[in-house]
């Protein structure tokens, strides 16, 4: 139940192109949901995140949409460019416990120029 | 503003040895968290300090412990060293409120022969 399934585990997208990575979680009392980009050799660093009380939060070309009665969410990259290639990764947490974070498997994203 | 500093970057390791790993957080973070990131498994919380105790804590042996000093700085130790523990280690650091922002640093790659 403390389980946060994404996918797929690879996309590749052309440059210009709609990005969309998902997730799916079960426990219904997460309460922060929050999506992290990684490049090699660095560590993960936060990208954007949303509360369950809302449907969707926009952040320049980065959208998260959510939906708490299908326990999904998703990521969605806009206008994808090369520099957008990372492996990225959804996340969950309960909000009194924001610091410890079940991970999904992660998604290496490469946007072809 | 300085970012969160891990050290030491690389190490090898026998089975049976043991490894402490340092973290220096974010100047006026409180809390600290440790991550393991591996292929197989992604990344999973290992535990989180705040103001020198432990407020959280993930589902790993007793081998593998943590402590902060009154300066939020924390190291963490694995003793009796097993192939599976070979790693990337991140910590994180925060503010330890609600936001839930978390600030890797780049971790200590740990290979256990």
């Known amino acids: 139940q403390q389980q946060v399934k994404q996918s797929p585990q690879s996309l590749i997208v052309q440059k210009g192109g709609i990005s969309i990575i998902n997730c799916a979680y079960e426990?219904?009392?997460?309460?922060?949901f929050p999506w992290y980009q990684q490049f090699p050799g660095k560590g993960p660093a936060l990208l954007i995140a949303?509360?369950?009380?809302?449907s969707e939060k926009k952040e320049g070309r980065f959208t998260i949409s959510f939906n708490k009665s299908a326990k999904q969410f998703s990521l969605h990259i806009m206008d994808s460019q090369p520099g957008d290639s990372a492996t990225y990764f959804c996340a969950a947490s309960l909000i009194q416990g924001a610091q410890k974070l079940v991970f999904g498997q992660g998604t290496r994203l490469t946007i072809n120029p | 503003k300085a970012g969160v500093t891990q050290t030491p970057r690389y190490l090898i390791k026998t089975r049976g040895q043991q490894v402490t790993l340092s973290c220096s957080p974010i100047?006026?973070?409180?809390?600290v968290s440790w991550y393991q990131q591996t292929p197989g498994q992604g990344l999973q919380f290992l535990f989180e300090y705040f103001s020198e105790t432990q407020r959280n804590k993930g589902n790993f042996p007793g081998r593998f412990s943590g402590r902060q000093f009154s300066n939020s700085r924390s190291e963490m130790n694995v003793s009796t060293l097993e192939l599976g523990d070979s790693a990337l280690y991140l910590c994180?650091?925060?503010?330890?409120?609600?936001?839930?922002?978390?600030?890797f640093g780049e971790g200590s790659r740990l290979t256990v022969l």
């Open positions: 949303i509360r369950p009380d809302v």
């Open positions: 426990n219904t009392a997460f309460d922060y």
């Open positions: 994180a650091s925060s503010s330890g409120g609600r936001t839930g922002e978390l600030f």
């Open positions: 100047s006026g973070h409180r809390s």
